[in-house]
């Protein structure tokens, strides 16, 4: 199975900063990764897919990028609706995996 | 526009069976593999497997391995999961998930269902 390694797996930030969130996979997935945000007490939602692309829908500030197997999401100007927890999903192979979880508090 | 909608919050005993489902609708259901993932209580997600509603092929992962099964209805466009030989740590949200697939291979989910809670108790 590869194993998705997601750090922090927590941070706090105030509205304006940019941020960043780390995963690693233990084998070469090429861009099979996505991001997800999930928000308390909803279902995880679409952010980023193929390690680069942002979903319709989804705001500006969110951002991928690759650099071998580790990839990255950078989220700019934080706003208060962006508090929650990100998740890292590979779709390279089965069994499908997601990163450990990075929740994020807006102070 | 595509939507998952799944069935209600469950309460089940150790060793009863659970069967969740999930409507689609918004889209060519026979068109798009459904996923089944499941979070425990303050944990992460974790997935379990997943249908082919045309032809109804399944994959799951090896820890649900002759506890799970997954079955699809194509006159309804349901896709329905059953967890047999429950625990308490069975007792998590589950999710239907969308798979959403680019022509070179590359794939996501989306979108979700809502989830559904299932509550393993004496």
């Known amino acids: 199975d590869i194993q998705m390694t997601q750090s922090p797996s927590s941070l706090s930030a105030s509205v304006g900063d940019s941020v960043t969130i780390t995963c690693r996979s233990s084998?070469?997935?090429?861009?099979?990764l996505n991001w997800y945000q999930q928000k308390p007490g909803q279902a995880p939602k679409l952010l980023i897919y193929a390690a680069l692309s942002l979903q319709s829908g989804a705001p500006s500030r969110f951002r991928g990028s690759q650099s071998g197997t580790d990839f990255t999401l950078t989220i700019s100007y934080l706003q208060p609706e962006d508090s929650g927890t990100y998740y890292c999903q590979q779709s390279y192979s089965i069994p499908r995996t997601f990163g450990q979880g990075t929740r994020l508090e807006i102070k | 526009q595509a939507q998952l909608v799944q069935s209600g919050a469950e309460v089940e005993k150790p060793g009863a069976s659970v069967k969740v489902s999930c409507q689609a609708s918004?889209?060519?259901?026979?068109?798009?593999?459904l996923h089944w993932i499941r979070q425990a209580p303050g944990q992460g997600l974790e997935w379990m497997g997943m249908?082919?509603?045309?032809?109804?092929?399944?994959t799951y992962a090896q820890q649900f391995q002759g506890r799970v099964a997954m079955t699809t209805d194509t006159s309804r466009d349901i896709v329905s999961m059953e967890l047999s030989s429950l625990i308490s740590e069975d007792t998590a949200v589950y999710y239907c998930?969308?798979?959403?697939?680019?022509?070179?291979?590359?794939?996501?989910?989306?979108?979700w269902g809502q989830g559904t809670l299932v509550t393993v108790s004496s």
């Open positions: 249908i082919n509603p045309s032809g109804g092929s399944t």
């Open positions: 918004g889209y060519t259901f026979m068109n798009h593999h």
């Open positions: 998930a969308r798979e959403t697939k680019w022509p070179g291979g590359n794939n996501w989910f989306d979108p």
């Open positions: 084998h070469s997935i090429s861009a099979y």
